[in-house]
């Protein structure tokens, strides 16, 4: 029993995907030519065929010279003909009723109008309007179970308006209007609450006592929103039809023949998507590249980095790159020792001169080196270095008395630095007990200047 009820069910929520009659056309749609429907099966007469256009016009300048047609059969009659006033390339959506509802019979896929001879039809160069405009908020939307105000001007419609919500290929419907209101700047309309699944090419088409399609229609994709909601949606929402859209037999793109299936919109679309994921597999193998050499430049960039900061410094020998290579065990040029140069003697007077061998020897020797030569005391003072004055003024061991000789003027002394460089490695230690070696280089104070008569 369980079992018959749940078929019974299924059966009852897909019943309005199964129409007891189906529709077709008999002729090619072409431009300014004749089209013909043909009704089969059981419907309840009298019939009716609402065509839309679809897409942008194909038109210069963006001319718009389709309308709305609103076709109804001929009392009970099951088919119908009329001119399709639309220009070639151009494309439009059919939807057939009968008296049960608005699109019982099953709505069609885009279809597409071919060329002819007969252009007489239209005006290329005017633009039509329906006979009355309707809005919506929000602006250009409709959101999947939100609210949408649908709203027009009383002044311009006769009777009550109608609207009807059209989805190419699969199901259409009539939009249940709820309370009429007035709303400051919004004027005369309704709320509608959209049971449509997200994702879905919704056209809704509006209507008033002259028929279908006087107010024109509007073309929306419906959006999940910003806090999805699927609250209203059941199993009888409005959706693409399961099976193959209704129609039978029309062209549906250029590339079409003079007739084809309409499911052949189906294969042309996969044709789209074919070529659509080949681009994006190509696409993202060209950034995976570009991101394989990005990575990798920036890992050699880090690596040389590296490879830099840990080289040691070689204070002796060049580093590879120079363009010098010194031979091995000889100093690089900043490490090249070169003679201290000392400042000029001062000269010697003849008076001290005369008494350097009346005066006592002061010094045989200092810590800079044994002396051959003996020296006064005075001449001691004049003749040794002027960077340890205080030194020799130390090892005089007396004062020299002003009134027994005329002594020169001593020179200005000048501070000069001595620096101790240790980044050639560190000094050899001395051994425990053995006096501490300080290695200078040569002087040449005592070198006389020649004398000139």
């Not at 239209?122 to 633009?127: E, I, K, L, M, Y």
């Not at 939009?175 to 919704?202: A, C, K, Y």
């Not at 994006?280 to 490879?307: D, E, H, N, P, Q």
């Amino acid at each position: 029993m369980h079992r018959y009820l749940v078929a019974s069910q299924l059966l009852l929520s897909f019943s309005p995907l199964v129409s007891s009659y189906t529709w077709s056309f008999t002729t090619t749609p072409q431009q300014c030519a004749t089209l013909s429907l043909q009704i089969s099966g059981s419907g309840s007469p009298p019939y009716s065929v609402l065509v839309i256009p679809y897409g942008p016009t194909p038109l210069p300048n963006n001319t718009e010279v389709r309308t709305i047609v609103y076709q109804q059969f001929d009392g009970s009659s099951t088919s119908t003909s009329f001119q399709l006033k639309y220009p070639s390339t151009s494309q439009f959506v059919a939807v057939v009723s009968d008296s049960t509802g608005f699109g019982s019979g099953g709505t069609s896929v885009a279809g597409y109008v071919m060329s002819s001879t007969d252009s007489s039809c239209f005006n290329p160069n005017t633009t039509v309007m329906p006979d009355f405009p309707f809005n919506i908020v929000p602006t250009n939307q409709v959101v999947q179970c939100n609210a949408s105000r649908l709203w027009w001007d009383p002044t311009q419609v006769e009777g009550t308006p109608s609207f009807q919500g059209v989805i190419p290929g699969g199901q259409s419907f009539s939009i249940p209007e709820g309370s009429i209101t007035q709303v400051s700047n919004e004027g005369t309309g309704f709320s509608w609450i959209p049971s449509v699944r997200e994702g879905t090419t919704l056209i809704i088409v509006a209507g008033d006592d002259r028929g279908l399609g006087t107010g024109g229609s509007g073309f929306y994709s419906v959006a999940p929103g910003i806090f999805p909601n699927s609250s209203c949606l059941t199993t009888t929402s409005p959706s693409s039809t399961i099976g193959s859209p209704a129609g039978g037999t029309y062209p549906t793109s250029p590339s079409s023949t003079d007739t084809s299936s309409g499911t052949s919109s189906s294969s042309g679309s996969s044709k789209t998507n074919v070529g659509a994921i080949v681009g994006g597999i190509i696409g993202g193998l060209a950034a995976l590249v570009i991101l394989a050499l990005a990575g990798f430049y920036f890992i050699r960039r880090k690596t040389a980095t590296k490879v830099t900061k840990e080289r040691p410094v070689d204070l002796f020998q060049g580093d590879p790159e120079d363009d010098h290579d010194s031979a091995p065990g000889e100093l690089g040029n900043y490490y090249r020792p070169e003679p201290f140069l000392a400042t000029e003697p001062a000269e010697t007077s003849p008076m001290v001169g005369g008494e350097e061998g009346r005066a006592g020897t002061a010094m045989s020797g200092s810590r800079y080196g044994t002396s051959d030569r003996r020296q006064s005391t005075f001449g001691s003072f004049s003749d040794m270095r002027s960077t340890t004055p205080d030194y020799e003024m130390g090892i005089t061991g007396g004062t020299i008395p002003s009134s027994s000789r005329k002594s020169p003027t001593p020179r200005q002394l000048r501070p000069i630095n001595i620096i101790q460089h240790d980044d050639a490695g560190a000094a050899d230690e001395q051994a425990e007990g053995q006096p501490d070696t300080v290695e200078l280089p040569p002087a040449y104070t005592n070198i006389r200047k020649p004398v000139t008569n």
